[in-house]
């Protein structure tokens, strides 16, 4: 399978990494992918293998670039879609 971790396990540190600032929240407007390399996955500190998808977001404003595998990025933009959605400002 294609899973990197629990859904679960996945859900919760992406859910913290978003909470205390490592993950921000936004829709990328363009996404390089490609393999990976052997660094470490900003969602769930795992190591991107040449065998996986490696998805890559430059952040707003910072130019700071996140690197995910492809579960990880679906699971992060899904969860920053519901930490969007429940903020009223």
């Given at each position: 399978t294609n899973a990197i971790l629990p859904d679960?396990?996945?859900?919760?540190?992406?859910?913290?990494?978003?909470?205390?600032?490592?993950?921000?929240?936004?829709r990328p407007r363009s996404v390089?992918?490609?393999?990976?390399?052997?660094?470490?996955c900003d969602a769930c500190g795992l190591p991107i293998e040449p065998k996986k998808v490696l998805?890559?977001?430059k952040v707003p404003n910072?130019?700071?670039?996140?690197t995910l595998h492809f579960a990880c990025y679906v699971m992060w933009q899904r969860e920053c879609t519901h930490?969007?959605?429940?903020?009223t400002e």
């Open positions: 679960a396990e996945l859900v919760r540190l992406v859910g913290e990494r978003i909470a205390d600032g490592r993950l921000p929240c936004w390089l992918g490609g393999h990976g390399t052997n660094q470490l998805y890559e977001v910072t130019g700071r670039l996140l930490h969007l959605g429940s903020q």
